[in-house]
């Protein structure tokens, strides 16, 4: 078997109202998504999406002719472009579709078979008044979720603990709540101190108080000594490593302890071959694997058939916080959404492949360029 042809489909799809990323300082009217469709001689075809893919043009030849089932090379190529480039393993993640459509079994199976379901948490996004979050948290657990996650922003430190409060108030001992602070990355341009470790650690050992489960990017990736020493002194759990770009940086935050939860991107960190290997590591630690999915539908369904195929958790990051980010608005370049059960279960397909039915019409209404 050999890849014929790489293809990728770039979309934007208007978004009204806008959704005001905590991350983001500018509100975001439109949502990119990048559609990789990779093709084979034998008429097998996987899908893949994350990252934008932009300028991977010019390294596609070195996958083009290839056997799409060596997996192991393609991701040591991978690796050479990152190092140039961009990030690019939404290629991987369609390699993988096509290896579970050969072997007829989803891509969960291949990758240890640990589980069919894991719990997602609600994951949002925007930051909202405590009055306002704790009602779209009260809303999140009549969906069905039991678990759910709070941004807040380092220059409203004091609305932020009062949004988590009143959340705790609203939903009760029984619904985990976690918080980030979105310190460990920047977007484009955002030149921004960073909170410092004694601001860090005030805010944290308020959150404890409130039984946070875990506490993300507290500071910046480089200041490990700072995040074990907010552990050391609150006790709240320490998250992060969404956004890692190589292995050896994930390696020194396991080799130094310094997190309790592991959560690479398999679009957007280091890919799904890799982040099984760091997930094996963390749990040989005694610490949890539970990777950022933030991208859309299909980047949530390769991370989930990662988690699911390890064994990972407690859960899941599920993108949602209604009316600005939903699963239609996220997913809309798919047949169907990927949606949680009723009892805050993701699923894994239970289909050869990552399981993604592309809604190729939407595609072609959306595609730009």
């Not at 108030?169 to 920047?186: C, F, H």
């Not at 490593?241 to 050896?248: K, N």
């Not at 950022?292 to 991370?303: D, E, P, Q, R, Y």
Request: charged share 25%.
């Amino acid at each position: 078997m050999k890849i014929t042809a790489i293809r990728l489909d770039r979309m934007r799809l208007p978004l009204d109202p806008p959704f005001n990323a905590a991350w983001d300082p500018v509100p975001r009217t439109w949502f990119d998504a990048t559609l990789v469709t990779v093709e084979t001689d034998e008429g097998v075809t996987g899908y893949g999406s994350g990252d934008t893919m932009d300028g991977f043009e010019a390294y596609e030849h070195l996958f083009l002719g290839r056997d799409p089932l060596a997996i192991v090379n393609h991701v040591k190529t991978l690796e050479t472009v990152n190092f140039h480039a961009g990030r690019y393993w939404p290629l991987e993640a369609a390699l993988w579709d096509i290896l579970g459509k050969v072997t007829g079994r989803p891509v969960a199976g291949l990758f240890g078979g640990a589980t069919d379901r894991v719990s997602a948490y609600a994951s949002f996004g925007e930051l909202k008044p405590p009055a306002e979050r704790a009602e779209a948290a009260l809303a999140a657990k009549e969906a069905g979720f039991r678990a759910m996650k709070i941004r807040i922003s380092r220059d409203r430190l004091a609305q932020g603990v009062e949004t988590v409060r009143a959340t705790r108030e609203a939903v009760g001992p029984d619904i985990a709540i976690m918080v980030d602070l979105n310190q460990s990355w920047r977007m484009s341009g955002d030149i921004e101190p960073a909170l410092d470790l004694a601001s860090v650690r005030r805010v944290a050992v308020e959150l404890a108080e409130l039984d946070v489960l875990w506490l993300e990017e507290p500071l910046p990736q480089y200041d490990v000594e700072g995040v074990r020493t907010v552990r050391a002194q609150t006790g709240i759990r320490v998250a992060g490593g969404e956004m890692v770009r190589t292995m050896p940086e994930l390696l020194h935050l396991l080799e130094c302890d310094a997190l309790d939860v592991y959560q690479p991107d398999v679009v957007l960190s280091v890919g799904m071959l890799r982040a099984r290997t760091i997930a094996e590591l963390a749990f040989v630690k005694h610490r949890w694997f539970t990777p950022h999915t933030w991208s859309n539908g299909l980047g949530v369904l390769a991370n989930l058939h990662v988690v699911a195929g390890v064994g990972g958790g407690p859960y899941v990051e599920f993108p949602y916080d209604p009316p600005g980010w939903t699963p239609q608005r996220r997913d809309f370049f798919l047949a169907q959404p990927i949606e949680v059960d009723s009892e805050g279960y993701l699923a894994v397909p239970g289909v050869p492949g990552l399981g993604a039915e592309i809604d190729h019409e939407a595609v072609r209404r959306w595609r730009i360029g």
